[in-house]
Antibody, heavy 116, light 107 residues
């Protein structure tokens, strides 16, 4: 059974950093395009960042470009999102997701709160 | 960047009605369009992919259509469990973009 589990969220002060992790089971991350999607309280879904399958080309929403870095570790089948210079507007639930293909898999998400 | 304009933002309908939600892309997205359903406190669930392919396990009252820049999600014979928020997503080119969402409520 395919499964995704995110971790690493928490309360952090503005300007600080946080690294989110996404552990996948039942499928091999590097074979698929993977994304981070966030949802601020009471708001809609926002695609944040993605990494392609295979070569691992990375892409970002304008709102996080230059501050966030997506990466993956193929040895432990884990996706990461390094978030630097955090702002209040980054407060959200962050989901790791496989959106494309015959199956779409989402994790339950990890909560990031940016506040002093 | 491709903009996705989803309409309406909210609607109310009685059980049994047919509901139509539209997403318009700012440029051709080659049918790389998915529809998601999200219920409060739950993870989004994909209903439709590549514009019109029904996700396995999703009831056949859900259907997707369209091509190029205009796409539609139709729910035939609305059921109580269908009251939720629906989002479209274009994944033709980065950055991927979601529509603003459509909240479907009971009338």
């Amino acid at each position: 059974e395919v499964h995704i589990l995110e971790s690493g969220g928490g309360l952090v002060q503005p300007g600080k950093s946080l690294r989110l992790s996404c552990a996948a089971s039942g499928f091999t991350l590097k074979n698929y395009a993977m994304s981070w999607v966030r949802q601020a309280p009471g708001k809609g879904l926002e695609w944040v960042s993605g990494i392609s399958g295979g070569g691992g080309t990375t892409n970002y929403a304008e709102s996080v470009k230059g501050r966030f870095t997506i990466s993956r570790d193929t040895s432990n089948n884990t996706l990461y999102l390094q978030m630097n210079t955090l702002r209040a507007e980054d407060t959200a639930i962050y989901h790791c997701a496989k959106v494309e293909g015959y199956t779409s898999v989402w994790g339950q998400g990890t909560v990031v709160t940016v506040s002093s | 960047d491709i903009q996705m304009t989803q309409s309406p933002s909210a609607m109310s309908a009685p059980v049994g009605d047919t509901v139509t939600i539209t997403c318009r892309a700012s440029q051709d997205i080659n049918n790389y369009l998915a529809w998601f359903q999200q219920k409060p406190g739950k993870v989004p669930k994909r209903l439709i992919y590549v514009a019109s392919t029904l996700q396995s396990g999703v009831p056949s009252r859900f259907s997707g259509s369209g091509s190029g820049t205009e796409f539609t999600l139709t729910i035939s014979s609305l059921q109580p469990e269908d009251f939720a928020t629906y989002y479209c997503l274009q994944h033709d080119s980065y950055p991927w973009t979601f529509g603003q969402g459509t909240k479907v409520e009971i009338k």
